[in-house]
C-alpha cells in the first residue's frame, strides 16, 4: 500500500490481499498443504516485504496467536519460511523469501533420497517380480528419475531467472 493511499484505497487493497490469501491457499490445500499453514504462506507471500510478525499474521487472518503459531512452526520445519528477530525488538518475524520455491524445492532432495532408499529396500524385501515389488520398483524408477533430473532443472531456473532479471 503506498503511503499516499487513503482509507478508502487501503480498504481495497486489505480485500484484495484477503481474496488473494484465501484463494491461493485454497489451492495449497488441495495440493495438500494443512489450512492454516497455507493461508499464512498466503499471507506472507501477498505482504510487502515477504514478512510479516507473529501479531500481524494474527491480525490479517483474523485468527488467534496459538493458530498462527502452529502454522509456523509447520512452515518452518518444511523450509517454507524462516523465522528471524525483528530488529531492535524481542519479536520472531517470519519471512517467504523472493526464491522460496526454489529453496524449498532444493531442500526436497534429502526427502527424495529418503524416499529412494526405502523403495529399494520395499523391492528387495517383496521382490522385484512380485506385484508389490513391481509397484515399488516403478515407484522408485520415478523418484529416481525426478532426482536425477532436478539438478539440471534447478540449473535452468537459475539462468531463466537471470533472464527475467530477478537475480
Same mark, same amino acid.
Given at each position: 500500500?503506498?503511503?499516499? $493511499?487513503?482509507?478508502?484505497?487501503? %480498504?481495497?487493497?486489505?480485500?484484495?490481499?484477503?481474496?488473494?490469501?484465501?484463494?491461493?491457499?485454497?489451492?495449497?490445500?488441495?495440493?495438500?498443504?494443512?489450512?492454516?499453514?497455507?493461508?499464512?504462506?498466503?499471507?506472507?507471500?501477498?505482504?510487502?516485504?515477504?514478512?510479516? %510478525?507473529?501479531?500481524?499474521? !494474527?491480525?490479517?487472518?483474523?485468527?488467534?496467536?496459538? $493458530?498462527?503459531? !502452529?502454522?509456523?512452526?509447520?512452515? @518452518?520445519?518444511?523450509?517454507?519460511? @524462516?523465522?528471524?528477530?525483528?530488529? #531492535? @525488538?524481542?519479536?520472531?518475524?517470519?519471512?517467504?523469501?523472493?526464491?522460496?520455491?526454489?529453496?524449498?524445492?532444493?531442500?526436497?532432495?534429502?526427502?527424495?533420497?529418503?524416499?529412494?532408499?526405502?523403495?529399494?529396500? !520395499?523391492?528387495?524385501?517383496? #521382490?522385484?517380480?512380485?506385484?508389490?515389488?513391481?509397484?515399488?520398483?516403478? @515407484?522408485?524408477?520415478?523418484?529416481?528419475?525426478?532426482?536425477?533430473?532436478? #539438478? !539440471?532443472?534447478?540449473?535452468?531456473?537459475?539462468?531463466?531467472?537471470?533472464?527475467?532479471?530477478?537475480?
Amino acid at each position: 500500500m503506498s503511503q499516499d $493511499a487513503g482509507p478508502a484505497q487501503e %480498504t481495497a487493497d486489505a480485500a484484495a490481499a484477503s481474496r488473494f490469501v484465501e484463494r491461493f491457499a485454497g489451492r495449497l490445500v488441495e495440493s495438500g498443504l494443512p489450512r492454516m499453514p497455507a493461508r499464512v504462506f498466503a499471507a506472507l507471500l501477498s505482504s510487502e516485504d515477504g514478512a510479516l %510478525t507473529a501479531a500481524q499474521l !494474527g491480525e490479517r487472518l483474523r485468527v488467534s496467536p496459538a $493458530a498462527v503459531s !502452529g502454522a509456523v512452526r509447520y512452515l @518452518t520445519q518444511v523450509h517454507m519460511v @524462516t523465522r528471524e528477530r525483528e530488529p #531492535g @525488538t524481542r519479536r520472531d518475524l517470519f519471512r517467504v523469501h523472493a526464491n522460496q520455491w526454489y529453496e524449498t524445492l532444493a531442500s526436497r532432495d534429502s526427502v527424495l533420497k529418503g524416499w529412494i532408499d526405502a523403495l529399494a529396500d !520395499g523391492v528387495d524385501s517383496f #521382490g522385484a517380480a512380485s506385484g508389490p515389488g513391481r509397484r515399488l520398483g516403478e @515407484t522408485l524408477a520415478f523418484f529416481e528419475f525426478v532426482q536425477s533430473e532436478l #539438478g !539440471g532443472l534447478m540449473e535452468r531456473w537459475r539462468a531463466h531467472r537471470k533472464t527475467l532479471g530477478l537475480d
